[in-house]
Structures are given as structure tokens and as C-alpha cells.
């Protein structure tokens, strides 16, 4: 079985400065992981994907994630927030694991990301 | 201008009621899924379809039914008994539910269903 924690429901930056966004899982086997955004009352986006390529995977809009085997985490990150970041963004784990062979995404709770002037 | 779309938008529903969301994609994509979203929670699994006229139960089936006779719609109908249907429901889909974990789901923009 597989889960994700995200460590921080809410996190609040000013405009320009980096943002960190934390992810942490757990799975029985070798997982694909993602990050998706979602702007209020909107579908999730795909921003980035790590696939079991290179470990630092680089996304939409300016972001990029570094999967880490040893520390379980997958951590998205942005060099400068602009006010247009501000949304939820969810990290999920995929396993091959559905009945007929689908492959299963599990959803972190979400981190809410606010940006200020 | 590709992609998938669901209707309605907002969807206000009397207790007892049974109401049916629509999903429909032309992306041309095998495998399609239904998600229910609850505030300060995940998204979880309710259907999933991985080709026409076959699909599957998932996390939290209960209280709703799906049927998938087009590849390019799957509609999910939520019954009466299930006992709290104010959600946010969410559709995806993705080019190959067999393709492997890589396959990437992509999402429809949502129908907000409230029981009054």
C-alpha cells in the first residue's frame, strides 16, 4: 500500500521570495510521483511527473521537484513566487496496483500556498 | 481544442434525488476516472473505466454507478443512497489505464454537486 503526507496544510510567502512545498511517501514498490495545482473551484493541473529518470524533475511555470529515495520525499520548489502561485497543489504517488492492472494515485491532503505583496 | 469537459458546472439536488454528472473527453484516451473531492481532503477513487463497455469499483463506490458505452463519455449517476453527496467531483483521464504508473491522469474542471 502507498500514502503521502504533506507536511504543511498552509504555507504563506511574499512575492519573489522561494517557495518550498514538502512531500513525503510511503509505498511497497518503486512509485511514479506528481504534483498537480488546483485554483479555486477549478480542476488539478499536472505541473510535474517523475517517471525513475533523473532524480530532479523540472515542471510548468517555473517549478521543479528532487526525488529522494533515501529521505522518501519528493519536495516541489519555485526560486520566486509570483501572485499568480497562489492555489493548492497536491503531491501523489501512482502504483501499479488497480484491479485489471491501472495504476492507483493516491492524494496528499493538499498544501494550500498564499502569496503576499 | 482538446480536452475534458464536465457539466454541469454547479448542480443543487433535493434529498432522495438521484442526479447524473457528465464527463466527456476527446482526447481519445482509453481509461477514464471519477473522483470525489471533500474539503481539507485528497481526492479519492470512486470509478474507473480502462475501455469502453468494462469498469471497475474503486476507494468508495457505494451509492453511485457509472457505465462507460462510449469511449469518450462516462457519466457517473449518484443515487439516493448515498448518504453524503455533497462533494466536489472530479473526472480524469488518461491514454492507457494498463499503460503502467507513468500513464498521467488528466482532469475535467469539476462539477459541485450540494443536497439541499
Known amino acids: 500500500a502507498q500514502s503521502v503526507t504533506q507536511l504543511d496544510s498552509h504555507v504563506s510567502v511574499s512575492e519573489g521570495t522561494p517557495v518550498l512545498l514538502r512531500c513525503n511517501y510511503s509505498s511497497s514498490y518503486s512509485p511514479s510521483l506528481f504534483w498537480y495545482v488546483q485554483h479555486p473551484n477549478k480542476g488539478l493541473q499536472l505541473l510535474l511527473k517523475?517517471?525513475?529518470?533523473?532524480?530532479l524533475v523540472k515542471g510548468i511555470n517555473g517549478f521543479e521537484a528532487e526525488f529522494k529515495k533515501s529521505e522518501t520525499s519528493f519536495h516541489l520548489t519555485k526560486p520566486s513566487a509570483h501572485m499568480s502561485d497562489a492555489a493548492e497543489y497536491f503531491c501523489?504517488?501512482?502504483?501499479?496496483?488497480?484491479?485489471?492492472?491501472?495504476?492507483?494515485?493516491?492524494f496528499g491532503t493538499g498544501t494550500q500556498l498564499k502569496v503576499e505583496l | 481544442d482538446g480536452g475534458i469537459t464536465q457539466s454541469p458546472k454547479y448542480l443543487f439536488r433535493k434529498e432522495g434525488q438521484n442526479v447524473t454528472l457528465s464527463c466527456e473527453q476527446n482526447?481519445?484516451?482509453?481509461?477514464m476516472y471519477w473522483y470525489r473531492q471533500d474539503p481539507g481532503q485528497g481526492l479519492r477513487l470512486i470509478y474507473y473505466s480502462q475501455i469502453v463497455n468494462d469498469f471497475q469499483k474503486g476507494d468508495i463506490a457505494e451509492g453511485y454507478s457509472v457505465s462507460r458505452e462510449k469511449k469518450e463519455s462516462f457519466p457517473l449517476t449518484v443515487t439516493s443512497a448515498q448518504k453524503n453527496p455533497t462533494a466536489f467531483y472530479l473526472c480524469a483521464s488518461s491514454i492507457n489505464g494498463r499503460g503502467g504508473k507513468t500513464d498521467t491522469q488528466y482532469f475535467g474542471p469539476g462539477t459541485r454537486l450540494t443536497v439541499l
Open positions: 482526447l481519445n484516451h482509453d481509461a
Open positions: 517523475y517517471t525513475s529518470a533523473a532524480t
Open positions: 501523489v504517488v501512482s502504483t501499479w496496483e488497480l484491479t485489471g492492472g491501472g495504476n492507483k494515485l493516491t
